[in-house]
């Protein structure tokens, strides 16, 4: 059985940083497509990067967290993490990490939201100015 698992939520204030972790079970990312999204309150869920295996150098990020967002390999196994830095109130969202057996964001590309199979709870992030 696959769970995900994230974690790291929270507040901060504008310019400040935070980091989100999402750990696997039942499931590896080496070799298929991880992903982060976020659903603010009215707005549809929208995808906020993507990374195939452990190639962060390659990853795709949506224009508006390019720079500022990093998707990358955690330290703990079979983990992925986002690092958010210099965050603005317009981050305010549940964020969601999410799975797919799909080499399709190799390369940098974002899969279709129907890709992913698998989905974690959500995690709720807070930027207040």
């Known amino acids: 059985q696959v769970q995900l698992v994230e974690s790291g939520g929270g507040s901060a204030q504008a310019g400040e940083s935070l980091t989100l972790s999402c750990a696997a079970s039942?499931?590896?990312?080496?070799?298929?497509?991880m992903a982060w999204f976020r659903q603010a309150p009215g707005k549809e869920r929208e995808g906020v990067a993507a990374i195939y295996g452990h190639r962060s150098s390659a990853a795709w990020y949506a224009d508006s967290v390019k720079g500022r967002f990093t998707i990358a390999q955690g330290s703990a196994k079979n983990t992925r993490i986002l690092r958010m830095d210099r965050l603005e109130p317009e981050d305010t969202a549940m964020y969601y990490c999410a799975a797919a057996q799909s080499t399709y964001c190799d390369g940098g590309r974002m899969p279709p939201i129907s890709k992913f199979s698998y989905w974690g709870q959500g995690t709720q992030v807070t930027v207040s100015s």
């Open positions: 039942g499931f590896t990312y080496n070799n298929n497509c």
